[in-house]
């Protein structure tokens, strides 16, 4: 069997078409043997794809030839060959729901009105140079914080990015709009989008880490200002950038550390529950409870 990848990725650049740029994409993964999800709109393109490395080598090639995608930033990480169930292409109004769909300013060159764009190294050389002037903002779903996020960051209380929108403007983070803030989020592009929303109301200086966590993980590893591990919206559930990676993450039934999330075996239930090897020997705590984590799985791909 041939080695098995899964790339992440977005680009932001405007689409005439949508819908024909969907059946090229459909077509092109079908004839590569690709499963995984992507999402188009009149923005761009946002995908997560997992198979054969020679396949995704094929596509990230072809895809590139398409004007407005030529600069994606196609992220690697190693794969079982059973990430994805299926192939899901489709056309949305956003390519992350935040239900904000004029919040941002699409150009040829990405989005005009977002954060700054900060190398990973560059991350740690404005924390170093500037202390607790920095903020480290979480643009994710609350419960993916559970198991991995950056030093003392602020953690919003949502549960979809269809919240974000309402927590930024609920004046709760009023004291930080002077300070240096910045957001991180799985590959970047809900950083996008959320730090689009945050300078529009009012946040002086944002910043967005370049990748996202998955670049800052490969370049600066678990020995900086990362915690923890990644989660990730494919059957892996999370990764760890090394093997000095903490274990911040606690069983919910008995607190023993852990960074294993498991699906809810109840019929019709799709929330995460956060359980160690042994409380998930056993049947009762995979079923849903009040106490559970209210994560989803959700079509999110970074």
């Known amino acids: 069997m041939e080695l098995q990848k899964i790339i992440l990725y977005y680009g932001f650049t405007p689409l005439e078409d949508p819908v024909a740029v969907k059946l090229w994409q459909q077509e092109l993964c079908e004839r590569l043997g690709l499963k995984g999800r992507i999402l188009i709109s009149k ?39 059973n990430d994805f169930p299926r192939l899901r292409v489709r056309v949305r109004k ?51 914080a559970q198991i991995g996020k950056f ?30 803030v910045v957001t991180y989020c799985t590959g970047g592009v809900r950083c996008e989008i ?17 990748g996202g966590i998955v670049r800052y993980g490969e370049s600066q590893g678990d020995n900086s200002l990362w915690e923890g591990s990644l989660y990730v919206f494919d059957d892996r559930l999370n990764i760890n950038f090394t093997d ?23 019929l ?6 956060l359980l160690c090897d042994e409380c998930a020997e056993d049947p009762a705590n995979l079923k849903h409870n009040e106490n559970h984590t209210r994560g989803k799985r959700r079509q999110q791909v970074g």
């Open 151 to 180: 030093k003392n960051a602020v953690i919003p209380d949502v549960q979809t990015t269809h919240d974000f929108v309402k927590e930024i403007q609920s004046g709760k983070y009023d004291d930080i709009k002077d300070k240096a």
């Open 244 to 266: 000095e990676a903490k274990t911040i993450g606690k069983c919910e039934t008995c607190s023993a550390p852990t960074s294993r999330f498991r699906n809810c075996a109840a």
């Open 43 to 81: 923005h761009g393109i946002n995908g997560t794809l997992g198979g054969d490395m020679s396949a995704l080598k094929q596509y990230v090639k072809l895809t590139k030839q398409y004007p407005g995608f030529k600069k994606i930033d196609f992220k690697w990480s190693m794969g079982t060959g």
């Open 268 to 273: 019709g239930c799709r929330d995460l529950i």
């Open 194 to 210: 959320l730090s689009a929303i945050m300078i529009e109301n009012g946040f002086k200086e944002v910043y967005q880490i370049e």
């Open 94 to 144: 956003e390519l992350v729901a935040f239900d904000a769909p004029d919040a941002i300013v699409v150009t040829e060159n990405g989005i005009a009105n977002g954060g700054k764009h900060l190398k990973p190294k560059a991350v740690d050389k404005l924390v170093a140079e500037r202390g607790d002037d920095v903020v480290f903002f979480d643009g994710r779903n609350a419960f993916e």
